[in-house]
């Protein structure tokens, strides 16, 4: 066992539960002298303290006949726990019948009634210890091939160090960068060298610190040390590495996390320094983080909208809520179409922002469903309003790049229309200017043949990239979205007014519309009109409405168009 | 006042008692003061006026584990006793053994509360 934790390792703790005041005091005092004790009445208190202090618990001593829950059913409910069965029970007793059905609930030994004397007990009760914890490594590597322990031990160690004391810790998780690529161009024994200099240099580093160092695998080490003062400490261990390993600029990432909390377990901690560590990976500024907790609740949250994405879908918990699009081209400003935009009433969360979850679903290409089930729920809207006022007005969906990957997007497309009685021209597709970017030609193929087909084609986000005018001819495009980074200061900034009034001239020479998003105020749709924009759509106009409420525009419409 | 003395006339087995405790008369004493307060008499008695030879079991069991741990040999033998026909449930009149009991108690009682 370890030095430092052999220097501290006197005082584990033990829970007596006795119902019984003076044979639990008696009990208590006789051990006490080696222990800390923590006592419980019958089985039920005993369970509360276990789920508090389970990881500093190193035996439980047990009587049986207890009221309001025995020995045995507490035995029975320990044995359900994976955490709670690996801490042994000695069970006390008078009678020899219930030693047998106590080994058979997992009873490690049994300590008689009357006490026998208080040597033997507290020897007893030592052996029971040090063979559970024995019995606990055995089999298992303690050390590997770097010298530094391995996964199990140091979970182990850790939890022995935080039983012992409450002293504050840092628990640090630490990699090499482009550690793959050392493997690659300097090859594997080189990396294997690495590997060992980095072990070197951290168990230099605690000879310092103090505390456990682990190799997890590949380039994943660990450190549990005192809490650092100073985290250029930290700094000393890469340049040790680059020197050592002859490898120059080799860098190493460090995710502290701090006062690392004893009620936490061990592994749930070192996820949160992998997790921290992991943020400096495309960082070539910094190679020091610290946990943050709010960067890792946003992790949890996005893992959870992720889970919850097919049952929202079932439940119909996405909502098209609908944007009106106006043409300002005449004295007075109309509605002439909409736009279609997600929004998600979690049943649990309430209101989830969709910059919160559609980034997330493109990433992991999850969108796609939840395109399909907007435009299903759009055309479900538009049918509504046809058959409740006789009229519509056109409405755009967009459509991510994951879609156009899709050969039978327009085939799905066509079949939702038909079975809704509308027609192609009811719904048009926005396509996000960067997709316009990738030089796929499969997909610019797909997006002209939607064209053919008869869909209006609006290119989404125009500006937001490096877009260049001279798609506008070359690619399939019926609409210009101009980004709304151009309304937002295109009555205060004369160039940007200028750059807008260039685009809708080029794109008006082309035939091709443009709308300009984000209009948010008086001005900024005056100076949109005065360069000439088509279709405005904002705040300044609507925000984007829910169904219920959109449908007075299509009233209106009925009562003076229709 | 109770003494490890009055204990020994009582018929304790005092050495016993005193070794469980490292040889603190103090705590001792402390721990055998304690029994009044121990539910498990009342329970016994009223336990076995209601005929409930389950609960009696049980209190029965619980001053057994008490009184051998103080080794308390006057009240402590009538106990094992009647811990061991309650075990089985054994139908009997357990008056004269109760007595026994009761009087074994009240003595140490008294020397608790002299």
Known sequence: ?562 | MLSIENLKEYGADVEEGLTRCYNNEEFYLKLVAMILDEPSFGALKKAIEDNDLTAAFEAAHGLKGVTANLALSPLRDPVIEITELLRSRTEMDYGPLMTRIDEAYKRLEELIRE
């Open chain 1, 1 to 562: 066992m370890l030095k430092e934790l052999n220097e501290s390792a006197r005082k584990r703790r033990i829970l007596v539960v006795e119902d019984e005041a003076i044979n639990r005091l008696m009990l208590g005092n006789i051990i006490s002298k080696n222990y800390d004790v923590v006592y419980a009445c019958n089985g039920q208190e005993a369970l509360g303290i276990l789920n508090e202090e389970k990881d500093t618990l190193s035996l439980i001593l047990l009587d049986l006949l207890m009221p309001v829950m025995d020995g045995f059913t507490f035995m029975g409910e320990i044995r359900k726990d994976e955490q709670l069965k690996k801490i042994p029970v000695v069970v006390l007793t008078s009678e020899e019948d219930a030693e047998v059905d106590s080994i058979r609930l997992g009873a490690m030994d049994f300590i008689r009634k009357p006490y026998n004397n208080p040597e033997v007990i507290l020897a007893r009760v030592e052996r029971i210890i040090e063979l559970f914890e024995d019995r606990q490594l055995i089999n298992r590597v303690e050390y590997d091939e770097t010298g530094l322990l391995t996964r199990d031990f140091f979970i182990e160690y850790v939890q022995q160090m935080d039983s012992i004391d409450k002293e504050d810790r840092d628990l640090i998780a630490v990699n090499i960068g482009r550690f793959s690529l050392i493997n690659e161009i300097y090859g594997r024994k080189q990396g294997d060298k690495i590997l060992r200099i980095t072990a070197d240099a951290l168990k230099d580093f605690l000879a310092e610190h103090q505390g456990l160092a682990c190799h997890l695998d590949a380039d994943q080490f660990f450190l549990y040390c005192r809490k650092l003062e100073n985290t250029d400490d930290l700094l000393k261990i890469e340049n040790d590495v680059s020197v050592n390993g002859e490898i120059p600029n080799t860098r190493l990432r460090f995710g502290i996390l701090r006062d690392s909390s004893k009620e936490t377990e061990t592994e749930k901690r070192m996820n949160s320094a992998v997790f921290a560590c992991n943020t400096l990976r495309n960082n070539f500024s910094k190679n020091i983080a610290f946990y943050d907790q709010k960067l890792h609740d946003d992790e949890i949250m996005a893992d959870r909208l992720l889970g919850d994405m097919d049952r929202a879908l079932a439940e119909r918990e996405f909502k098209v809520y609908l944007q009106p699009k106006f043409d300002i081209r005449g004295d007075k400003p109309h509605i002439v179409a909409a736009e279609a935009l997600a929004r998600w009433k979690h049943g649990k969360l309430g209101m989830i922002s969709p910059g919160q979850f559609i980034p997330l679903f493109e990433k992991n290409g999850l969108v796609r469903k939840l395109d399909y089930c907007i435009f299903e729920e759009t055309a479900r809207i538009i049918r509504e309003w046809k058959e409740k006022y006789g009229c519509a007005i056109p409405v755009s969906v967009n459509i991510s790049r994951v879609d156009l990957y899709d050969k039978s997007l327009k085939e799905k497309l066509l079949e939702i229309i038909a079975r809704n009685g509308l027609e192609i021209k009811d719904i048009n597709l926005e396509v996000t200017e960067s997709v316009y970017m990738d030089d796929d030609d499969d997909i610019i193929k797909r997006i002209a043949d939607l064209r053919d087909t008869g869909f209006d084609i609006e290119m989404d986000d125009f500006g937001a990239g490096f877009s260049s005018l001279n798609m506008l001819y070359s690619m399939p495009i019926d609409a210009l979205k101009l980004d709304m980074k151009f309304a937002r200061t295109i009555d205060t900034d004369r160039k940007q007014y200028y750059v807008v009034k260039c685009i809708v001239d080029f794109a008006g020479y082309l035939g091709v519309k443009t709308i300009c998003e984000g209009v948010e105020n008086k001005e900024q749709y005056e100076a949109m009109k005065q360069a000439g924009c088509d279709l405005v759509q904002g705040y300044y106009f609507s925000k984007p409405l829910p169904e219920e409420e959109f449908e007075t525009y299509i009233k209106e419409l009925k009562e003076g168009l229709c």
